[in-house]
C-alpha cells in the first residue's frame, strides 16, 4: 500500500534538520526535502558569526558540510527534490515534488529564503548575492555592495581584503549595521559608504561594467571594471504552500512555529519574525520537532 509519513520537513537549513534531528529521536519516521542543498543561506556567507559554538572564523561552506555530516551520522531520510506543492485533503498533507507525490500526517515547513534581486539588468553580467566565492574576481577591482544589513556589512568587509575597494551603497540614510562591522567599516582604508542613495544605472565597454551611477548624483567609475553585489534583503520561498495560511505584504508566514492547522509547523527565515538567525532557525526548528512528535 502507500506510505504514508509521520512526518515531512520542506528545506534542510538550520531549521529543517534541527526538526529533524528532534522529531526523529522521539520516534517518528520521517523524509526531508532539499531543493539545492543542505544548509539553506547560510552555506554562502564568508563567516558564520556570533552562533554559540561554531568553529571561530568557520566560513558557511563548512558550517553547512557539518550540517550534512550529522544528517548522515543520524541517518536521516534526506531525499534532493524541490517541493512544487503543498496541500491538506482532510487529515493528510499531500506533498508534490519534483519526482513524486508523497503523503504525510504532519509537515513542517522550515523552507527559508531566497536572495532579492536587483531591479537593474545588466547584459551578459549577473549581479553576485554572495562575497565568497568572488575573491579571484574582485582582486584588483572596485566592488560595489548594496545594502548596509549585518549580512551587507559583514560580506563587504571580507571583499575588501581583496578588492581594490569596496564601495557600500545603501538607501538609508545611516549605515544599519551592527557596532562590530560599522567599526570595522570605519577603520578600513578602502571601504567607501554611501547612505540616501541606490544604484541607478551602469555603463559596460567591452564586456566589463566602467561606471556606475548612484541616485544621489555619484559616479563609480574604474577602467578595470566594477563587480556588482545585491545584499538587500531575502524574499521567502512560500509560493508552493496551497494552505490558507495569513502572510504578510512581503510574503512572509504570519504564523507561530504551531500553525492554526491541525499538524502543520513552521520553522526558521519564513516566518515573519523580529530576528533572522541561525540560531532562531534551530530554535524554531527544535519547537517544532518537539511539537510534531506530540
Not at 557600500?168 to 542613495?197: A, G, P, R, W, Y
Not at 559616479?219 to 524574499?235: N, P, R, V, Y
Request: charged residues 30%; proline residues 1%; contains cysteine.
Amino acid at each position: 500500500g502507500f506510505n504514508i509519513k509521520d512526518l515531512i520537513i520542506i528545506g534542510a537549513g538550520p531549521a529543517g534538520v534541527s526538526a529533524a534531528l528532534y522529531a526523529q529521536s522521539r520516534g517518528l519516521d520521517l523524509t526531508i526535502f532539499e531543493k539545492d542543498k543542505v544548509g539553506g543561506l547560510i552555506g554562502n556567507v564568508s563567516k558564520v558569526s556570533h552562533y554559540t559554538s561554531v568553529i571561530v572564523d568557520e566560513d558557511g561552506e563548512s558550517f553547512r558540510k557539518r550540517l550534512e555530516d550529522q544528517i548522515k551520522a543520524y541517518k536521516l531520510d534526506l531525499k534532493y527534490e524541490e517541493v512544487l506543492n503543498l496541500k491538506k485533503d482532510g487529515d493528510v498533507f499531500i506533498v508534490k515534488t519534483n519526482k513524486d507525490t508523497y503523503e504525510a500526517k504532519k509537515v513542517i515547513v522550515a523552507s527559508g529564503s531566497s536572495p532579492k534581486e536587483l531591479d537593474l539588468k545588466i547584459e551578459n553580467y549577473t549581479i553576485s548575492h554572495w562575497a565568497k566565492g568572488s575573491e579571484e574576481r574582485v582582486k584588483g577591482k572596485l566592488a560595489i555592495v548594496n545594502g548596509g544589513s549585518d549580512g551587507a556589512a559583514k560580506e563587504a568587509i571580507y571583499l575588501s581584503k581583496f578588492a581594490k575597494e569596496v564601495h557600500i551603497v545603501q538607501n538609508q540614510d545611516k549605515l544599519l549595521c551592527i557596532h562590530e562591522f560599522k567599526k570595522q567599516i570605519e577603520e578600513s582604508n578602502n571601504i567607501v559608504v554611501h547612505t540616501s542613495s541606490s544604484l541607478e544605472a551602469v555603463t559596460c565597454k567591452d564586456g566589463l561594467i566602467r561606471s556606475a551611477k548612484l541616485s544621489n548624483g555619484c559616479e563609480i567609475t574604474s577602467k578595470d571594471g566594477l563587480e556588482i553585489f545585491a545584499m538587500i534583503g531575502q524574499h521567502p520561498n512560500t509560493s508552493f504552500i496551497d494552505l490558507d495560511i495569513p502572510k504578510n505584504e512581503l510574503g512572509f508566514i504570519d504564523s507561530d512555529v504551531v500553525s492554526k492547522i491541525d499538524n502543520l509547523f513552521f520553522a526558521g527565515d519564513l516566518r515573519v519574525k523580529a530576528v533572522r538567525q541561525v540560531a532562531t532557525a534551530v530554535n524554531d526548528g527544535a519547537l517544532a520537532g518537539i511539537g510534531a512528535s506530540k
